[in-house]
């Protein structure tokens, strides 16, 4: 399953209304950490494919979605279960630290 990109507009069917855990990877085109932690984003997507949905909010383009998060730095990883925030990590992590996030 592939990595969805969440704006305000689908934020609430695809994040809030999910039945199943969600990851949210708050990020930026300039951001070069950012850029590092993709793959590792991607990979998380493939290995939970149908068990953990992996998004991506843009910073840039989602002030309001990355202000409600607090987000203050990128990249921040965000996990909720059930409309609610579980975790929440900022910096480049080891795919092992995101995964047991999940």
């Known amino acids: 399953m592939a990595e969805i990109t969440i704006t ?16 949210i990877d708050f ?5 070069g950490p950012c850029r ?10 493939e290995d939970y494919a149908g068990k953990v949905k992996v998004c991506k909010v843009n910073v840039d383009e989602q002030t309001e979605l ?8 990128i990249p921040t990883v965000v996990v909720m279960k ?13 795919k092992e630290q995101l995964a047991a996030m999940l």
């Open 36 to 45: 590092m932690l993709a793959p590792v984003i991607a990979e998380l997507a």
């Open 8 to 23: 305000k507009d689908n934020f609430q069917s695809e994040v809030m209304e999910s039945p199943i855990p969600v990851l």
């Open 66 to 73: 990355a202000s409600a998060f607090r987000v203050s730095s």
């Open 82 to 94: 059930e409309g609610k925030v579980t975790d929440m990590t900022v910096g480049v992590r080891p």
């Open 27 to 31: 990020w930026a085109d300039w951001c």
